[in-house]
């Protein structure tokens, strides 16, 4: 630890913070106006001093040493790379990239047949924007079967299988721009995920209204787990942001950090407060069986009016009035029985009780305010909160670059009129944290050992690598009463949320079943040609289009030479043979923008036109073999 550049906080007895000026200058409207957030930026990168923080006596033995496995599959999102990737914990190796939105040169992400179908018409994007990975529940425990994650940048809600650890769905969502917040049904499984438009637009958006922003809306939009239709969506006041569920199967719910609908930074930050809007499933369920609904435009999808933010609400939405921009959204485990509010502009959390909300509903509550029942004051730029499983909270700082421990019973003593500090701790962080995840913390299983800290400078911790730096997302031990950070984890642009999956809770599959569904278009193709995938390697013509049907055993292909002509649309279909487990090929065609895996057991296609006559190699880019170099073939294009 004595190589940190760390300062180590203070604590007053209030609970407050160490540094009134920057309190100040977050808490006055006028400052906030003015500089904005890169000013903010600036001022938590000069407070930093040169202390050193010490932690001994933590639990976690967090070392992995070469050839240990991790007690963790960590799910971080990619960002604007527009991917997912995987990480070990503690770690903090990265494992496996897994292209979701983006295009994959590896892997052959957009060039395959096989994920060209996922991608669908949204495939014409070679970007996408990840924020929030999120994985399927059984009664409110990680269940291995999907992780879910947002597009923000194209509007999408992407699926990945986690049996083979690629991306099987891809759906744009209609009538909203900009898919930000996301989460899933926990309770009794997830049957429904919740994708939260961020930006307001007229709807329908086709050109009507551009210069009216009273006549932008955003809705939230709730989809089939299982089959990816879009069940139904609601339209709400103001916009959203990050969004969760309870534990019950009842709620969801969403920030709001422009209640306004404003269209500029001033009109976006406005008021002194905002809200968090829950949403009641049944009911709105409810009103799409009666038909009482509106559809958006060409979308048949049932649109339910859940606006009424002036009433407190509406039969189907609660707006919870929350100080300031408040952004992360995120229910307490292991019960679920509070969820937190983290205030960005204001220095507070506010957590809200769920069975309040059911009061609300139910009429005995009148007005939402009585919701809350805590608002702890814990420090500068609060964005997300996380979980221990002792009752304690850990919110992110940007502006301070801290994360700060505080235990919630104590938060609601303290509103209540006790005098009690609710803070616990503090530690330093480089630099700017946005997001922060403590593990299986969105889980009923959460265990209180690590909490990642996904910070958006890495300023001076890494050799320099030029202008763009990467991120640095750290692993904080949080088993013992003070928090002790143990990684650095430089990182590419730039995830934005991570969760930890025990490793236990995961099954992936190591060879493809040639049942498996990815492949099955491609599979019943060649049936259809009378081709059998598993032995034949055949040519075959159909006017001028032309299926090559190949099979791969180390080191070789079953085909190594085949003719065709100039304007023919070839298929070229690999199938691998091998049995032995991490033996993958690749089919890479020399000047054709062609490469793709072919793992064992795997069939993968790709269609493109002949338009170059000549001698076309083909190799194996998958290092497979002693003769891997040998591995390879040609296409003979006739003029
Ligand atoms: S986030 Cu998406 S803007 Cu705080 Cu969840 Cu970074
Ligand atoms: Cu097959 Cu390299």
Known sequence: MSEMDTKKATIDDTGGLQNPGRRKFLGTTAAVGAVGAAGATGTGMLVRSGETSAAPGNSNAHKVGPGQLDEYYGFWSGGHSGEV??????????????????????IGWGITNESKRVLGESGVFLNGDTHHP??????????????????????????????????????????????????????????????????????????????DPSEYWTLMTCLDAETMDIKWQVIVDGNMDNCDTDYEGKYVGATCYNSNRGVTQEEMMGPERDWAVIFNVARIEEAVANGDYTTIGDSDVPVVDGRG?????????VYIPIPRSPHGFNT?????????????????????????????????????????????????????????????A????????????????DAIRSYDGADVNYIRDRIDVHYQIGHLKASLACSRD?????????????????????????????????SGEKMELVHDGPTYAEPHDALMVRADQLDPVKIYDREDPFFADTVAMAKEDGVTLERDNKVIRDGNKVRVYMTSIAPSFGITEFKVKKGDEVTIVVTNLDMIEDLSHGFALVNHGINFEVNPQ???SVTFVADKPGVHWYYCSWFCHALHMEMSGRMLVEA
């Open 309 to 317: 933010a002036d009433k407190g609400g509406s039969d189907y939405t």
């Open 134 to 211: 999120k994985v399927s529940y059984t009664d409110a425990r990680y269940d291995g079967r999907w992780c879910f994650i947002n597009d923000k940048a194209n509007t999408r809600v992407g699926r990945i299988r986690l049996d083979i650890m690629r991306t099987d769905k891809i759906v744009t969502i209609p009538n909203t721009a900009s898919i930000h917040g996301l989460t899933l049904q926990r309770v009794p499984k997830t049957e429904r995920v919740f994708a939260a438009g961020e930006m307001i637009i007229p709807t329908p958006n086709d050109g009507r209204h551009l210069e």
């Open 602 to 604: 795997q069939t993968s």
């Open 394 to 409: 850990y919110t992110s700082l940007f502006i301070d670059s801290q994360v700060v421990k505080w235990n919630i019973a």
């Open 85 to 106: 990737r995987i990480f070990g914990v503690p770690s903090m190796r990265e494992l496996l990239r897994i292209p979701v939105f983006n295009f994959d040169s590896a």
């Open 332 to 392: 307490a485990p292991p019960d679920g029985k509070y969820f937190v509010v983290s205030g960005k502009l204001s220095p507070t959390c506010s957590v809200v009780e769920w069975a309040r909300v059911d009061d609300w509903f139910d009429g005995t509550i009148t007005d939402p305010r009585d919701t809350v029942v805590a608002e702890p004051e814990v420090g500068m730029g609060p964005l997300h909160t996380t979980f221990d499983d002792r009752g304690n």
């Open 446 to 478: 959460v265990d209180g050992k690590y909490l990642a800290s996904l910070s958006k400078f890495s300023k001076d911790r890494f050799l320099n690598v030029g202008p763009l730096h990467p991120e640095n997302d750290q692993l904080i031990d949080i």
